[in-house]
């Protein structure tokens, strides 16, 4: 496309001494933009402008910026790279999986191999193929994410050893961790290759303008194949670089997709085309630190996610608008011939005149520029209005201060379904002895998930901060939440009730199921120096190093909803929540006595590097080989708990096994419900026992309708509700058990009725 | 991007081969179907397979017309299947043709928006679309603060109706896969003949020729935009329906499973090449597919794995099929 504007050429040298304040700031944009926001947030937010938070900042862009560097790349290749998120999360558990074997240097090495490997298969498709790169990448971004899920067995995985874990953390200047050096390193490298060497140059060549490369005599194919090696190259080094600095992978397929939604809006917004032929590496990592630091600055605030997503759009929004508004400008005059016409001009017409036509084009975009600028200075204006205005007057919500403390039950409290929010704590669960090796006996024993089933029982918990004994009235506490879900949002509900009960002050961070974005939000948690944070983490495994972070910077920390690994409960005061293997083998008890215990079942599973994807696998079957030991169990699969996908697994499993399929297990009562009744709606099957994790409304309405024999009761704003009163407990001094479940009930028909309405 | 090779046998009529590519595809794999299992091959299977890809089969109809027109993807129909659920959930109260004509109004606006946009100002529809999904994302979760909305399943009333949608067959065919063949046999009119199909055909070949014939381009592109909405927007109706509530992920993934389904089905992704029919080929290839891995026990890691691969290979035979009569990328 830039072969057009060769016509051009001497107005645009003349435009660029005239309308240099223009050039400038568009060819700056993020930076500016970046320094704006940055300038901003310091004036307008608390707790933002400080050595640890800037730090923060940066370490959290270093995954997206390392794998933007290559997106760049492409990019400038005029391709496109779909694939870079799923190879980030591959190399990363290569990089995790090998490490024990083969120590760090050798599993870092093959890890960015494999990132290399993928990259070339890419580029041998785009090359000798001939096939769009959208395609091929699409392709193989589903691949490679398969071939994690069989490699990680849908677990994560994780290494006891944190030595390079916290030697990439410790800064070694001031501000500077290994970790943010070596991005830097690598984003100077390669912008210096790219925009001073003549190979580098070359990339531009073939990327925006193919026939005058040819003519050039650069390889076009041997461009593309190094430009797709390169970027699952750094796309590998990225992955291998995040795993070994929280010593953990998470398999959940978030951090794919989010990762690679980040960086390419990063890369847009850091001025390359997707026509190819334009970028630049060093303004790219720009734009990566100013979404990172735009996502940090609105959870410094307070504000929710929506309004990340929000402005994230906006701000993309801008971008492409503005691109296609230059575009279309170029368009316009492109046919004009100007650069005839100013040399018949020149001596009869003076210059003024011709620039006065040509300005009014710049002053249009130089008054688009400004209303970008305008919208965010607005935007970050209602933040400080927000912030002033909103903030203090919630103090006002406690107003009777007078005795209620000493009269105030935690008990009382109930829920949006009428149910308690807390029950004293009675039953003690009996907790079988550890065996010698978990994992040396068959999956469908007990003793096999041991380690997970009773995480944290027989545990020596790390040197914890002491309580301060002064009762919770006043105490500031963070909670960093999972993501959003209308379980968390009764969740939070819980939370905030319990909190305003024992007169705490709140604030919530939402990881939005990123183990990229809960990593950087435990740092912004520390950076608050909150009394308490409450952690409920994306994944159960990878988050231990985040936990250890957090007991190391002295705050005392609760675990809640997910329950972590043995690992994780050294870091953790405590952990609360539900008690899934418990409640799962109480459900398979009833789901086996409805089927005579006897006949075939299935269970359709949870999401792949979630905790109930064992948890709500493996309870079932193991307590159902020791209760109902006829009963066999003849299919398992995940259907990422999406309706239509349910649907279609549960068709092809009453097709294929007719009368010999009795009984479903199902880990979810929302969307997994709803394509189990379906399937067996249109089968006409009326003698299935089904039961379900619970308890949203739908699956209600199902055992009320009588579809289905029986569901768990979870309560989620119990869920939150006992995560806090936990912590008013440990703020009055008191010793906390290790792990603290929630009620365990079964949810049929006979009792359904005193759960409703449901509280999601 | 790339220099087309110009050659004359663009003038050949595409051949037999070009356009049952993928039922020969789909013709192996009904073999190896009823090899694997006698399950297979019954009216009840085949019927369920229809029944799970007909939402997406619905939403390839619209995409269709946004790749036809070479703009690539739409990747904001996630956003729209949820926004024209939400609303349709929402707008229950006022009645039940009022909420199915508010939900559809409601994509067909964020239609209108993309397609005037990209239209109009040339913007990149993939970077446009991607950044309407963002701040529809964060409108929705604002607006329903992060809520399921729930429709009132009492028999008799508007909600009732709305949930028995998904659930309404003709005969022994569901609802949805009727409605799904008729817009496969509208899309396929339109497209071969209406002016304004073929107006699309000529802007996905090549806009400034499209330009210089007299075709108002940008029109043509808000059209395109506006089905491709209206597509989404029935099938966002469909999934509410489907699970009895409205949700801002409601719909999520369809985007890149949509365009999948386009691209095998022989669609090429710089426009103006393919047909309908061999869309709905590449609707049927993936339930079929993924039917029958269902049935060997395959399970759903490896599943991933082989459609990638299918999807890859089925995509380069036809690219190489292209390139040996000389046409350009697929």
Known sequence: MPNEFSQNEPISGMRRNSYSVFRFLDNHRALLLLLLLFVGFSVCVPNFFSAYNITTILKGASLNAIVSIGFTLIFILGQLDLSVGAVVMLSGMVSIGLQPLLGWTISIVLALLTGAF????????????????????LGTMIIVTGVMHLYSKGGSMAVEDYRLADWLETPLLPLLPPIVLLTLLLVLGCTIFLNRTPWGRAFFIVGGNPESAWLAGLGRDRYLMAGFIGCGLTAGLAGAIFAAGLSSMTSAAVLANRTLMTVLV?????????????????????????????????????LGFEVQIFINGILLALVVLYEAFVLYQRERIKGQRSALLMETIKGSVSDRNEEGVESMTDKDRFVLMCVAIVGIVAIVAIFAMYFIHVRIPVRVLSKPQEKEQSEFTPYALRGTDGQPYILPQKEVKNVPDRPADPKA??????GHWWDIEYAGWNIQKVAMPSSPGDGPAGKRIVLLKAGD???????????????????????????????????????????????????????????????????????????????????????????????????????????????????????????????????????????????????????????????????????????????????????????????????????????????????????????????????????????????????????????????????????????????????? | M?????????????????????????????????????????????????????????????????????????????????????????????????????????????????????????????????????????FMRFAWSNNQVYPDIEPGTAGFKLIGLFRMSIGSVPLVVVVMVLLFIAGHFVIVHTRFGIESKLVGSSKPAARTTGIDVSRVILLDFLVAAFCASIAGIFLTSMNKLGVFYLGKGYDFKAVTAVVIGGMTLRGGRGTMPGVLGGVLVIGLLTNIMTFMGIGAFEQNIVTGGVFIAVVGLHQRQLCRRGKDYA
Not at chain 1, 618 to 642: F, G, V
């Open chain 1, 118 to 137: 993928v990259g070339c298969i890419n580029g041998l498709l785009v090359v000798k193929g001939k096939i769009n790169s959208f395609i091929v990448t």
């Open chain 1, 266 to 302: 990063a890369v847009i917004m850091g001025g390359a085309l997707m026509s190819g032929g334009k970028g630049c590496v060093l303004k790219s990592y720009f734009a990566v630190l100013l979404l990172t630091t735009l996502f940090n600055g609105i959870g410094c605030v307070g």
């Open chain 1, 441 to 446: 006996l068959p999956e469908t024993e007990k």
């Open chain 1, 485 to 760: 879900h209308p379980y968390w949002t009764a969740y939070v509900k819980g939370f905030t009730v319990m909190a305003q009960a024992y007169k705490m002050e709140t604030k919530i961070l939402n990881g939005n199921w990123n183990m990229d974005l809960q990593a950087q939000q435990t740092d912004q948690a520390i950076n608050e120096r909150p009394d308490m944070v409450i952690f409920a983490p994306v994944d159960a495994t990878a988050c231990t190093p985040l936990l250890r972070r957090i007991t190391k910077a002295g705050i005392p920390c609760i675990a809640s909803n997910t329950i972590p690994c043995d690992e994780a409960m050294k870091y953790c005061l405590a952990w609360t929540g539900p008690d899934d293997w418990g409640q799962f083998r109480l459900l398979a008890r009833e789901f086996a006595d409805a089927m005579g215990k006897k006949g075939g079942y299935a269970i359709v599973r949870h999401m792949p590097g979630s905790s109930p994807f064992f948890a709500r696998t493996y309870a079932p079957i193991t307590e159902l080989m020791e209760y109902a030991p006829k009963m066999k169990l003849l299919a398992m699969d995940t259907a990422n708990l999406e309706a239509e996908g349910t649907m279609q697994l549960v068709s092809a499993w009453l097709t294929l096994y007719g009368d010999q399929l009795q009984g479903l297990v199902l880990a979810g009562d929302g969307f997994t419900m709803t394509g189990t009744l379906e399937a067996i709606r249109s089968s006409q099957r009326k003698d299935i026992v089904i039961v379900a994790a619970g308890n949203s409304k739908t699956g209600m309405d199902a055992v009320k309708a009588g579809d289905a024999l029986a569901i768990t009761y979870q309560s989620a704003e119990g869920d939150g509700a006992i995560a806090v009163y936990t912590a008013a407990e440990w703020f009055d001094g008191n010793t906390l058990p290790l792990v603290r479940y929630l009620p365990k009930q079964i949810i049929t028909q006979a009792n359904v009725d005193q759960f409703m309405p449901a509280q999601w």
């Open chain 2, 2 to 138: 790339i220099p087309a090779k110009k050659n004359h046998s663009a003038f050949v009529r595409t051949d037999l081969l070009d356009r049952v590519g993928i039922y020969l595809v789909g013709a192996v794999l009904v073999v190896i179907g009823d090899f694997v299992s006698d399950e297979f091959l019954t009216v009840t299977n085949l019927l369920s397979v229809l029944n799970a890809v007909a939402l997406l089969g619905i939403v390839a109809t619209g995409m269709a017309f946004v790749t036809y027109s070479g703009n690539m993807a739409d990747l904001s129909m996630p956003s729209i299947m949820a926004f024209s659920g939400i609303i349709c959930v929402s707008a229950l109260p006022l009645g039940f043709t009022v909420a199915l004509t508010a939900g559809i109004l409601a994509g067909l606006l964020i239609g209108a928006m993309n397609g005037f946009i990209v239209g109009r100002f040339n913007a990149n529809p993939i970077l446009w679309t991607l950044a309407v999904t963002f701040f529809m994302e964060g």
